[in-house]
């Protein structure tokens, strides 16, 4: 059973970079994996969600045009070169971040988010 | 950017009764919609792709309808286990836009 876990600093001053990764256990890119799509979301504090991007096992990447010109998602080195590795992992950074970028951040896998992790909580405080 | 309305923001049902959970697009966005159930602390979970095809493992009781832009996700015979936090997602044009979600109560 595919299941994702992620993992970053809970606790950001404004202007950090928030920096997460989601592993995934549970198939591979070779695969189980093969086509799909690797996706962050967030939610903060009594909003709905948000769709931050998403990026394919080519390393295509689309993001959200209110948060583009922050934002990083990427895949492990390893994955873009070999399809047979069994490490998988993708990363999200948000730089310059403020109090509005507080909340639950999510990844999520599939076509286009099929298998979804628990989520992380930041905060982002002085 | 696609609007996605969803409604109610929160309704209270009894076990046994039935539920319609609406999602409405601001644009034609084709059958390109999902279904997802979260409960507190937990990782959402798939139940409706494409609109209104059931995810392999989710009970019958669950059933998804629409095309375009009106969606709607239908509990049949609620039952307790069923109380959580359903929202929609669009898939069709990015940016990706979901629901506001409904909170669903049992009595």
Redesign the interface.
């Known amino acids: 059973q595919v299941q994702l876990q992620q993992w970053g600093a809970g606790l950001l001053k404004p202007s950090e970079t928030l920096s997460l990764t989601c592993n995934v256990s549970g198939g591979s890119f070779s695969g189980s994996f093969s086509g799909y799509y690797w996706n962050w979301i967030r939610q903060p504090p009594g909003k709905g969600l948000e769709w931050i991007g998403e990026i394919d096992h080519t390393g295509i990447v689309h993001y959200n045009p209110s948060l583009k010109s922050r934002v990083l998602v990427s895949l492990d080195s390893r994955v873009t070169t070999s399809f047979a590795t069994s490490k998988n992992q993708f990363s999200l950074e948000l730089k310059s971040v403020t109090a509005a970028d507080t909340g639950v951040y999510f990844c999520a896998i599939g076509r286009p988010m099929d298998v979804w992790g628990k989520g992380i909580a930041v905060t982002v405080s002085s | ?1 696609t609007t996605i309305t969803q409604s109610p923001a929160f309704m209270s049902a009894t076990p046994g009764d039935k539920v319609n959970i609406s999602c409405k697009a601001s644009q034609d966005i084709d059958d390109d919609v ?1 279904w ?1 159930r979260q409960k507190p ?6 139940i409706i ?1 494409q609109a209104t095809t059931l ?1 392999p493992g989710i009970p019958p009781r669950f059933g998804g309808s629409g095309h375009g832009a009106d969606f709607t996700l239908t509990i049949n015979n609620i039952e307790p286990e069923d109380a959580a936090f359903y ?1 929609c ?1 669009q ?1 069709d044009n ?8 409904t909170r669903l109560e049992i009595k």
């Open positions: 950017e999902n997802y602390g937990e990782a959402p979970i798939f792709q995810v929202f997602l898939h990015f940016p990706y836009t979901f629901g506001q979600g």
